[in-house]
């Protein structure tokens, strides 16, 4: 329903661009990567993290636009009795790709659900947006278009939970890192051309988590 929404003549809602796409995943590099783990690329690391963004926004921007929420999981919907779930916190609301708030929800950033759950719904939801007509793709590329959207909105999350707890003094999110990360770990590790991405989270940034787990436990929340 919220795809569907047709914008109103008097305000157009931003384009979810290159520019915000990359400026989100940037988030990772600074406040999680260099801030909070303290990890300083070489200039070839550098380059293989720009790369790895460039393949996620060529991804994001090849699928078809909706409107998009852009915080659609379980913190902002509200059971209600008898009623559709209330949903919170669409203020961020932009026109962007259509696997984007699927995957807020399905790979959801506080919870974990079961993976044959999650291709279920992917599959389901997969058909109801090509019997509507919102796209034209089988199933293997809106599965691509699903995981490597993820990849871009974990980083992005990843990066905020980091800044969160460095500039904001909200330290609970850290705790949130390890989830989110692993996320973007599992499902890189099924593109072959994320190969050397998902190897230098293995042999680079993975090694330093720990540390910031255990900051997680010591700090308030």
């Not at 809602?13 to 990567?33: G, I, K, Q, S, V």
């Not at 790979?107 to 019997?131: G, K, S």
Request: aromatic share 10%; net charge negative; charged share 25%.
């Amino acid at each position: 329903q919220i795809q569907a929404c047709n914008e109103p003549p008097d305000f157009s809602l931003p384009p979810y661009d290159e520019a915000m796409l990359w400026r989100e995943m940037e988030l990772f590099r600074h406040w999680l990567t260099a801030q909070s783990l303290g990890l300083s690329l070489s200039d070839a690391e550098g380059q293989l993290l720009d790369a790895t963004w460039r393949l996620l926004v060529e991804n994001a921007l090849a699928q078809p636009r909706v409107t998009v929420h852009r915080d659609y999981h379980s913190r902002n919907l509200m059971m209600l009795p008898d009623k559709p779930p209330g949903i919170l916190d669409f203020q961020d609301a932009v026109t962007g790709p259509i696997t984007y708030d699927l995957v807020s929800l399905l790979r959801d950033c506080y919870i974990v659900l079961p993976e044959a759950m999650v291709e279920a719904l992917v599959a389901d939801f997969w058909r109801q947006t090509r019997d509507d007509g919102r796209h034209q793709a089988d199933l293997a590329q809106f599965t691509r278009w699903f995981d490597l959207m993820g990849i871009q909105r974990h980083l992005k999350a990843a990066g905020i939970f980091s800044r969160l707890s460095i500039r904001d003094g909200k330290h609970g999110y850290l705790a949130d890192i390890p989830r989110t990360v692993g996320y973007i770990r599992k499902v890189s590790a099924r593109y072959p051309e994320l190969d050397t991405f998902s190897s230098w989270l293995d042999t680079r940034f993975l090694p330093l988590l720990p540390a910031l787990q255990s900051a997680a436990h010591r700090v308030p929340g």
